[in-house]
């Protein structure tokens, strides 16, 4: 468990948080938590989040490793990309309101430009969900943002 807030790891501000807890993490994988509480943002009329909300709570677990990396080395906490997802795999079509769900990302590949891929699984009681996320996390992405517009009268 890290003693970071969410706040702190996260580029996300508050109903957008979705998960609940950094369990553990180190250089390669992370390890996070939630318990699916009725009323936010994605929840259906019973409380449930549909499974496809899975990929963004697998995103927010990659973004907290990125997270937890930078405050470890003391640099301040940047802004990624989730570019797409591949084999999004879940074997039910909602996560029921109560449940608790722990999500696992592993790096597979990460470049010094920002790309990276990681393995991510969320289980929970009779739940099983994975998916392989393509990110990026651009140098000082502030100034990227900036660079995208287009200026041209």
């Not at 697998?58 to 080395?73: D, F, H, I, L, T």
Request: glycine share 10%; charged share 20%; net charge negative.
């Amino acid at each position: 468990m890290t003693h970071w807030p969410l706040a702190e790891l996260l580029p996300h501000a508050g109903d957008m948080i979705l998960i609940d807890q950094v369990l553990s993490f180190d250089e390669e994988q992370i390890q996070t938590r939630l318990t699916v509480k009725p009323g936010g943002l994605f929840n259906r009329a019973d409380g449930s989040l549909p499974a496809w909300v899975g990929i963004e709570l697998m995103a927010q677990s990659v973004a907290a490793y990125a997270g937890c990396r930078a405050r470890q080395k003391g640099e301040a906490v940047e802004l990624g990309f989730l570019l797409g997802t591949r084999k999004f795999e879940c074997n039910v079509e909602h996560f029921p309101a109560g449940a608790e769900l722990t999500i696992h990302g592993l790096r597979s590949l990460e470049d010094d430009n920002g790309m990276g891929v990681f393995e991510c699984h969320l289980t929970g009681d009779g739940i099983q969900a994975s998916a392989r996320l393509n990110v990026f996390r651009p140098p000082q992405a502030a100034n990227y943002l900036d660079e995208s517009k287009d200026t041209t009268p």
